[in-house]
């Protein structure tokens, strides 16, 4: 089962992979790194405004130290003219830890500059990446389209394309179709010539072969009956059997002439 498992997986993988490739776009692609890019400059560039700000916090705070500083060491000088050593002392004590804060505050401010010094250069150096980038992200995407462009004018005049292969298909069926209905014209025509049709009327008008050929005798009966007729009639053969013959001709009586007349 878990070879099973690992081979499934492994065939979802490739599959989902596949249909990825198919969808990307590279376009789409590197205007994405390069928003990305945008944004993690913008980023850097934010670090540089908070470090900054960080250190002229420190910085105000340092003037507040040494300001401090100067006003303790004078008043432990009027408290040690006015014979106050311990409120000297005192303000010596608050001098010595205002000027530990302020070294301390130096240091940090120092270690501010040197992280926007470096922030600074990695921007300068990020935005001359990302404008390199962005030239050679557009000179990607004219030969992409370029090229993209080629292969559909390829695959329309070679017709391999998925929307020629569709175009093929169509134009195929159209084909297949016109020859069936050609084909079953010629079938039409043929039948028509034979007189099947006249043959499948006759036979749905209620007539059958015996009543054809019936009326085939009967039809040919008369025609003899009356070609024998007409024989007859123009003296080129007997008459038809039951027909009466003619009698002789009628002796008519010659006329008598005077003796006269026969001199």
């Known amino acids: 089962m878990a070879g099973l498992g ?3 997986s492994t065939v979802i993988k490739a599959k989902v992979h596949k249909l990825l490739d198919r969808a990307e776009d590279p376009a789409e692609v590197l205007e994405y790194s390069y928003q990305k890019q945008q944004e993690l400059l913008q980023n850097v560039k934010k670090g540089i405004a908070d470090v900054v700000t960080s250190k002229k916090r420190l910085q105000l705070q340092a003037t507040k130290l040494e300001q401090q500083v100067v006003k ?8 040690l003219a006015a014979g106050d050593e311990e409120l000297a002392r005192t303000a010596l004590e608050r001098k010595q830890f205002a000027q530990n804060e302020l070294r301390t505050l130096d240091q940090q401010v120092a270690e501010l500059e040197a992280q926007q010094a470096g922030l600074i250069d990695k921007e300068r150096k990020l935005r001359t990446k990302i404008e390199q980038f962005r030239t050679k992200k557009e000179v990607i995407k004219a030969q992409y389209s370029a090229a993209e462009a080629q292969v559909k004018i390829s695959e ?3 017709g391999v394309g998925e929307e020629m292969a569709d175009v093929g298909l169509a134009m195929q069926r159209a084909v297949d179709k016109t020859e069936n209905m050609r084909a ?12 099947a049709f006249d043959d499948a009327l006759s036979l749905g008008s209620g007539g059958d072969d015996i009543d054809k050929r019936l009326a085939e005798l009967t039809t040919g009966s008369e025609v003899d009956d009356e070609l024998a007729r007409m024989k007859g009639e123009l003296g080129k053969a007997p008459a038809p059997a039951g027909a009466l013959e003619p009698g002789p001709p009628d002796a008519s009586p010659v006329p008598e002439t005077s003796e006269g007349e026969k001199s």
């Open 6 to 8: 690992g081979r499934f």
């Open 72 to 79: 303790l060491d004078g008043q432990a000088r009027q408290a």
């Open 156 to 158: 329309a005049a070679t």
């Open 184 to 195: 079953r014209a010629g079938a039409m025509e043929e039948l028509e010539a034979s007189g």
